[in-house]
């Protein structure tokens, strides 16, 4: 399973925007200069996760992005999936309830899948916003990497 740009800068603009929104709205323009992310893609970025409910924009002088519920009630996967859709590598008909695969009867690396995609889904399912924004706390910075840096 492979993420694209949209998975990967999203979660870093909203661990920014849980690190940095406790008090006031933040600006897109902060978050892109903080993790170097273009202000356009941003945009679109926050859009998705206003849509999936994960953060509310707020209008005015001081506006900017919050998030929607507390850091610690906001899943990686419920991120990911926002950003990304399914995160399952590999669909499998056979898994499907409606039917649709002709060898599912005899088909036994329908199990092998599951177990991936289940795995998958259950892992990031278990990592919450606030984790990774205390881990983000005791990371120092290298500015060969600036996602690791604290901002």
């Known amino acids: 399973m ?22 006031t709205p933040v600006s897109i323009t902060s978050i892109s200069k903080r ?4 202000e356009r ?10 849509k999936a409910g994960i953060v509310k924009s707020i209008r005015g002088a001081n506006g900017g992005y919050i998030l929607a ?3 610690k009630e906001i899943s990686v996967g419920e991120v990911l999936r926002a950003l990304e859709g399914s ?5 499998c008909a056979g898994l499907d309830p409606r039917g649709g695969c002709q060898a599912s009867e005899s088909c036994v690396t329908k199990y092998v899948w599951k177990r ?7 892992t990031v ?9 205390e881990e983000g706390r005791n990371t120092p ?8 840096c604290k901002n």
Do not use: F, H
């Open 2 to 23: 492979k993420l694209s740009t949209k998975g990967r800068y999203g979660l870093r603009a909203l661990i920014d925007l849980a690190q940095y929104s406790e008090e």
């Open 35 to 38: 993790q170097d992310i273009s």
């Open 41 to 50: 893609y941003l945009e679109q970025l926050m859009s998705m996760l206003k």
């Open 69 to 71: 519920r507390d850091a």
């Open 87 to 91: 995160l399952e590598p590999v669909e």
């Open 116 to 122: 991936i995609n289940d795995s998958i889904n259950r």
């Open 125 to 133: 399912d278990d990592i919450w916003l606030s984790q990774l924004v």
């Open 141 to 148: 910075c290298d500015d060969k990497d600036r996602s690791q």
